[in-house]
Structures are given as structure tokens and as C-alpha cells.
């Protein structure tokens, strides 16, 4: 078994069941985590007994870098996972420190019409290990240490829902990566009832919602997923989220040209969010080849930004960290998965 598979609590039981200690666990982590050590032979406070066990039973897993593209301000990074799947993360250098976008799925079922993700289509979720060896293997790799974390790269994180509560047990646990609650997010196209779900889980972890229309008449043109859950069911379980844990709610506006960036647009997501715990992230659109769909200039995204804060919406514009890079989500993974490489 590959042994990053395990939460520290799956790892106590396991051990527990087979006539160890549950401390046992805690010394394993202690070593991969803290110590960067990858080999039983060498976790000196372990018996003999168990390291015999251990190399029977676990190995350590890992994900092969296959190609990286490089900016001043990101690094985008092909993955390939053991079955010879390919996966992407981006490592962002902000001014409070290292941000990693990581995927959650080979492929994507939502087929949002602007997302080079959804091009390929969902081949199966990743384990929990190939979640947590993507921030493992940047760190290596960069020989820098990651403060934040966002699940926001291939794939939705809701249709891979067990697993990416799994993975925000390894991530936040002090003694395994170690990123605090409010600086890991996890993005969702929608899927209303794993929003209730995550809700009930009352954690610090923050919420991001992809949303990219003020309506369902746009909605339902550009994101297929609208035609199960329109946005007034989305609303609704941000609402419920919000008075289960007060936390704040990212809304994710992606800026098409003639699609959703009119001012009446602007105006219908005003009221849509307005007072609110919410803030709206514009997003300039990354253009690809694959798709007809346009960029919004820079006078209508600047436009749309100030009805939004005349309206009293907290809105800001992402910055652009890697223009020169294959940019959009999953472009690096189609364009080498197309190229037959």
C-alpha cells in the first residue's frame, strides 16, 4: 500500500489492528513529514519488528515531473501518476509567500464551455496520496516551503468529495504538511449538496464557488452543470454554509467577451451578492485555440469592477501570474495528451 494513502487516524487504527502502538503512527509521520525520511530501515526509534512490517505492507509513493513551464511569478508542472496518467499543479509566488494549485481529478465530467479541464474527459479521481505528493514533489523539487494551498486545478474537488476530506485532514494536521485551515481552499463548480456537506463539517477551510453568470439564462449556455443545479439553489446552500461557519465565500467570475460582462451583468451580480459574506475574484480569461470563446478587454473588466464596488460588492481582479504559460487549467496536460507524447 502506498503509504501516504493513510490520514494519521487511518495509519493509528491499521497499526492498532495488526498488535501495534497507536503512538506507532505518530513516529512514521514524524519521519516522512518533518524529517523527510523515505525508508522504514532508517526510522532509528522504530522495533525491528515494525520496520519488517512496514516494508512488507507500505511503500512510498511518488509522482514523476515530466515537464515544467516557468514564469517569474508561476511555475506550471506536468505530473505523471503511476498508471502513466498525467495531472498539472501551479506553483505561484505571491508576497505572502508559495500558493500550489492542485488538481483532484484526471479529467473532468463537468464540461464548462470555456475550460481546457473538461476538454479530456474525467478518466477517475485521484487517490488522497496523489493529492498530497503533488505539494510533496513541488516542495522538492523547488526546495521551497508551500503556505497555501488551492484545489483548484483539474477536475472538481466536490465529485472527488471522500477523498478531499481526507486530504484536508493530511494537509491542516500539524504533524503531516502542516498548512493551517484558512490558508487551504477548495473550489466547487457547484454541486449543491456536497456544499451542505462541507458545511457540516464546520473546519476553517475556505470556500470557492465558480460561477461566471449572474443568471441561469447565461449560466445554463456556458456550464452544464446549471441544468442540475441553477443559481438560486447555489445561493442558498452558500447561505447555509455561511451560518455554519461564518467563513467567507469566494465567488469565482471568469470575464468572457460579449457573454457575461455587460454592465447589466455587473448590476445582476451586485444584487445577487450584495451584503453578503461573499467577495467576487474577476478572473481575465485565459484563450486557447480549442475554444471561440474571447477575453474581455481591459475597459470592460476595469467597468465591471467599478459597478461592482459602487454596489458595495467586495470584488477584486486576480492578478495574471502566468501569461506565458500554457495558462489556462489543463492546457499543458491536453496539449501534451493531444500531442500523443
Not at 503509504?3 to 513516529?27: C, H, M, P, R
Not at 494551498?149 to 474537488?157: K, L, T
Not at 498548512?179 to 473550489?187: E, F, K, W
Amino acid at each position: 500500500m502506498n503509504i501516504y494513502d493513510f490520514t494519521l487516524n487511518e495509519l493509528e487504527n491499521y497499526l492498532v489492528s495488526n498488535g501495534f502502538k497507536k503512538f506507532n503512527a505518530t513516529q512514521i509521520i514524524e519521519w516522512m513529514y518533518e524529517k523527510g525520511v523515505y525508508d522504514f530501515n532508517k526510522m532509528t526509534n522504530l522495533s525491528k519488528n515494525l520496520i519488517s512490517f512496514l516494508c512488507e505492507k507500505f511503500y512510498f509513493g511518488h509522482l514523476e515531473i515530466i515537464e515544467v513551464e516557468k514564469s517569474n511569478l508561476a511555475n506550471k508542472y506536468l505530473l505523471e501518476l503511476n498508471d502513466h496518467n498525467k495531472i498539472e499543479c501551479v506553483l505561484m509566488n505571491h508576497d505572502y509567500g508559495y500558493s500550489l494549485c492542485i488538481s483532484s481529478q484526471v479529467g473532468c465530467n463537468m464540461g464548462c464551455a470555456f475550460c481546457e479541464s473538461g476538454r479530456l474527459k474525467k478518466v477517475r479521481d485521484l487517490t488522497l496520496s496523489e493529492l498530497v505528493l503533488q505539494i510533496i514533489t513541488v516542495e522538492k523539487y523547488e526546495k521551497k516551503r508551500i503556505t497555501s494551498v488551492v484545489v483548484m486545478g483539474i477536475g472538481e474537488p466536490f465529485d472527488n468529495y471522500n477523498n478531499i476530506k481526507r486530504f484536508i485532514e493530511v494537509v491542516t494536521n500539524n504533524k503531516m504538511i502542516g498548512i493551517g485551515q484558512r490558508h487551504l481552499t477548495i473550489s466547487t463548480c457547484g454541486l449543491v449538496p456536497k456544499i451542505y456537506e462541507f458545511a457540516d463539517l464546520e473546519t476553517g477551510v475556505n470556500l470557492a464557488v465558480s460561477l461566471h453568470a449572474p443568471n441561469n439564462a447565461i449560466r445554463d449556455k456556458i456550464m452544464k452543470i446549471n441544468h442540475a443545479y441553477k443559481i438560486e439553489d447555489i445561493m442558498k446552500a452558500l447561505d447555509y454554509y455561511i451560518e455554519k461557519t461564518n467563513r467567507r465565500v469566494t465567488i469565482e467570475y471568469i470575464m468572457l467577451d460579449g457573454i457575461n460582462d455587460s454592465e447589466e451583468c455587473a448590476r445582476e451580480l451586485s444584487r445577487l451578492v450584495k451584503d453578503k459574506l461573499m467577495y467576487v475574484n474577476i478572473i481575465p480569461y485565459n484563450e486557447t485555440s480549442h475554444f471561440e470563446l474571447k477575453r474581455s478587454n481591459d475597459f470592460k473588466i476595469k467597468r465591471f469592477y467599478d459597478i461592482l464596488k459602487m454596489n458595495n460588492v467586495n470584488v477584486t481582479i486576480r492578478k495574471e501570474m502566468g501569461s506565458n504559460l500554457s495558462a489556462a487549467c489543463g492546457q499543458l496536460r491536453a496539449n501534451v495528451e493531444g500531442s500523443g507524447k
